[in-house]
């Protein structure tokens, strides 16, 4: 489903990606952990079309993405590809339906009637069937995460990407979001989580890739990496973890 | 109470001057007399030079000549000429001397001397327009149209047009002669009015032009005083009288080439004796009187205001936020352009703007294409709103920058990342917060667009603050029009500051 082959990005003279392989398969629920400036996101934001890097390829589907990508290619990259951020970055001058609404209506060519239904059902799904015509303003950070899930979810993208996307929550929110992003496993949605819940990527990942200094240090099953961790660069994090 | 306040100091201002003794003795003590003037006419009247306060031309060899008589030194004092009378009014000077005619509404609240000047009024039109040939020509319009004939503000060209030809001739207030004959020789106008002496000076520039029919409206220049400067005024006329009979006054107006025959009428008694003949009469109306006769006048000179502002500042915001798009989301080949649009517009006065878009793309573009006359008919009116709108798109355009700015990155990516192109992400996304970031500094500039419409009275729009000028300046009641001038303007300004108030609190719906 999504293939990361040899990626390689440079902030100037930093790199910040220095050749990584990754693959996850449709169906699969797979989570990056590792220490912080590791390239997590920035591995997140090149499968999304969001940042440009200088080598390797992305492949989603059959779509190739090239280092030198035209406007036409991300837009149809980005429909096979949803995006959940960690500062949720809903449109606050829409209201939470709008918000949801806007991907089909505008990307999908819906009308009002065609998606307003859909978008209803989606927010029952994430459990904000009661703030449709609320304004995100007005709903507490793990609520508009969880609007931010509906959202992405309703231009029916193949996988989604979720950027760290309880780290600006406390841990109650935090398990909502978790709750819900958990449901979507159960119904096989293909995710990758960048994530620094360990105890989530430990139950719903079927994988997990260990990223640091721009390269996968150790990719297996969860049990695997949480329980015999193979490389010292996953060791060293998982007890960093373990102690603070 | 303020209000109350501002009246006060106004008419303290205005009453101030009144009740000063007779200037002479001041002038004589001072060894100097301050008269007051327009260097923009230029030749022939008053030529600038080296010294500021000696210019030459013909007015100005008139009044070292009296000043000599006196005593003492003259002293030029540079004031718009439509202004000269507030001038006077208000202390500056001790009298004006610069073309300003003999008038009856004048007189009556101004000391006058005899006239020094006599005044005939010609007729300028394109050799080549063959509706145009006499004066009998001006009583029939033209296709349904009135005449179109420049005139400048507030002088007995206008008020003789206003007088005799009413219904069919339109006319259009210029701030300088030669202007008038530019846009007659563009086409923009079918003629011009204007004084004999101008048309003789400046008529051999505009070789396209040429005399219409006789000269009319019979005029006097007059030097202007004060009241109460009885004692300075007969000086003034001695010298005068003096210089008529010796013929020194001929030397000066055959050195600027304006002696014609009927300057010899200006020895004649009843020419002497007009200025106490027009004191005479039945008295001017003053007070509230005048405003219930100029209102009408005055709230079409507002609606005209309100014009300009709402049909500018529409255009003004859209063209700003195409260029602030532009300019932080465009092709990098357009940035730099508009860079310098930006920059060049904000940093060039509106005035100059205007000027350039009404006297000087005319003489451009007329060479190669012949316009409409619809088009050449309300050309002030097209040319005062684009260059409002020019004026303001360019700082509308920073103002927007500034709020597409301010929206934080992620929500372009979020539009992004749900598929949505760029134009999309900008029209749904970006645009609509942008709005509403920038309506308070977008209202501020409204506000500061409706005053400066003022400024297009410069290109012969007569707009409120104009017409507010020209009542004050021709009544007995400066007072009470600028009253019920600020007031017109509080109403109308002050509802858009509610509906500002109102846009900001209320989140307009998105349709996305």
Redesign the interface.
């Known amino acids: 489903m999504i293939q990361v082959s040899g990626l390689c990005k440079n902030h100037g003279s930093l790199a910040v990606l220095k050749g990584v392989c990754m693959s996850v398969q449709r169906g699969e629920v797979a989570a990056i952990i590792g220490p912080s400036g590791g390239g997590k996101s920035t591995l997140l934001r090149c499968i999304n079309g969001l940042e440009r890097f200088q080598q390797g390829e992305i492949q989603v589907d059959n779509l190739k993405l090239s280092s030198r990508p035209d406007g036409e290619a991300l837009r149809k990259l980005r429909q096979h590809v949803g995006m959940v951020f960690q500062q949720f970055h809903l449109f606050p001058h829409m209201t939470v339906l709008e918000n949801v609404m806007c991907g089909p209506r505008l990307v999908l060519k819906q009308s009002r009637a065609q998606a307003e239904p859909e978008g209803v059902r989606l927010l029952e799904r994430v459990g904000l069937k009661d703030k449709l015509h609320c304004k995100p303003e007005q709903l507490s950070g793990g609520q508009q995460q969880r609007v931010a899930i509906a959202r992405a979810l309703a231009v029916k993208p193949d996988a989604i990407l979720f950027d760290e996307p309880t780290s600006a929550l406390d841990p109650v929110m935090a398990n909502e979001v978790l709750a819900v992003i958990t449901d979507l496993a159960k119904h096989e949605q293909t995710m990758l989580v960048v994530t620094h819940a360990m105890g989530f990527a430990e139950r719903v990942a079927q994988t997990v890739h260990v990223m640091a200094e721009g390269q996968v240090a150790e990719s297996g099953p969860a049990d695997q990496i949480f329980h015999a961790p193979r490389t010292e660069v996953t060791k060293r994090f998982l007890m960093q973890v373990k102690t603070s | 109470m303020i209000a109350r306040v501002f009246i006060a100091c106004m008419a303290s201002l205005l009453l101030s001057p009144c009740l000063r003794a007779d200037t002479l003795d001041e002038i004589k003590k001072r060894g100097v007399i301050r008269w007051g003037g327009d260097e923009e006419g230029g030749a022939p009247y008053i030529i600038g030079g080296d010294d500021k306060t000696r210019p030459a031309g013909f007015e100005g060899e008139l009044m070292e000549a009296l000043a000599k008589k006196l005593g003492v030194r003259p002293e030029f004092k540079q004031c718009d000429w439509a202004n000269l009378t507030d001038l006077l009014r208000g202390g500056e000077v001790d009298i004006i001397c610069n073309g300003v005619e003999l008038r009856k509404d004048r007189v009556q609240s101004n000391l006058c001397t005899i006239p020094y000047f006599v005044n005939d009024l010609q007729l300028l039109a394109r050799k080549n327009d063959g509706r145009l040939k006499s004066w009998a020509d001006l009583r029939q319009p033209i296709q349904g149209d009135k005449w179109h004939i420049g005139v400048l503000t507030d002088t007995a060209a206008e008020r003789f047009l206003k007088e005799n030809f009413a219904e069919t001739v339109k006319t259009k207030d210029y701030p300088g002669t030669t202007q008038a004959m530019d846009h007659v020789r563009d086409e923009q106008l079918d003629a011009t009015l204007t004084d004999l002496m101008a048309a003789n000076t400046f008529g051999n520039r505009y070789p396209t032009l040429h005399f219409v029919g006789e000269t009319v409206g019979r005029g006097y220049f007059v030097i202007y005083l004060r009241p109460g400067n009885e004692r300075l005024r007969d000086e003034l006329n001695a010298g005068l009288r003096e210089m008529m009979a010796d013929g020194r006054l001929k030397t000066i107006y055959d050195k600027y080439q304006i002696w014609n025959d009927a300057q010899l009428t200006l020895v004649i008694p009843e020419v002497q004796q007009l200025p106490d003949q027009m004191r005479g009469g039945e008295e001017r109306k003053r007070g509230w009187a005048v405003i219930r006769e100029n209102l009408v006048t005055l709230l079409e000179a507002a609606g005209m205001t309100v014009l300009l502002s709402i049909t500018s500042m529409p255009l003004a915001i859209v063209l700003g936020l195409l260029i602030a798009l532009g300019r932080l989301f465009g092709p990098a080949i357009l940035r730099a352009p508009l860079a310098v649009y930006v920059e060049v517009i904000r940093g060039t006065p509106l005035m100059l703007q205007l000027f350039f878009l009404f006297y000087v793309l005319p003489w451009a573009i007329h060479s190669f294409v012949a316009l409409p006359d619809w088009w050449n008919h309300n050309f002030a009116l097209i040319a005062a709103v684009s260059g409002l709108a020019i004026n303001y798109s360019a700082y509308e355009a920073e103002i927007y920058r500034a709020g597409l700015q301010a929206i934080?990155a992620?929500?372009m990516?979020?539009?992004?990342?749900?598929?949505?192109?760029?134009r999309?992400a900008l029209r749904?996304?970006l645009v609509?917060?942008a709005v509403?970031i920038v309506i308070p500094p977008v209202t501020n500039d409204f506000i500061a667009l409706f005053k400066d419409t003022s400024v297009c009275s410069a290109i012969t729009i007569i707009e409120l603050s104009k017409q507010y000028s020209i009542v004050a300046n021709n009544t007995g009641a400066p007072l009470e029009v600028a009253a019920v001038t600020a007031l017109l303007y509080l109403a109308m300004s002050y509802p858009l500051s509610l509906l500002a108030r109102r846009l900001e609190k209320r989140?307009p719906a998105?349709n996305?």
């Open positions: 934080p992620g929500q990516e979020a539009a992004l990342s749900l598929g949505l192109t760029r999309q749904y996304v609509p917060q509403r989140v998105i996305a």
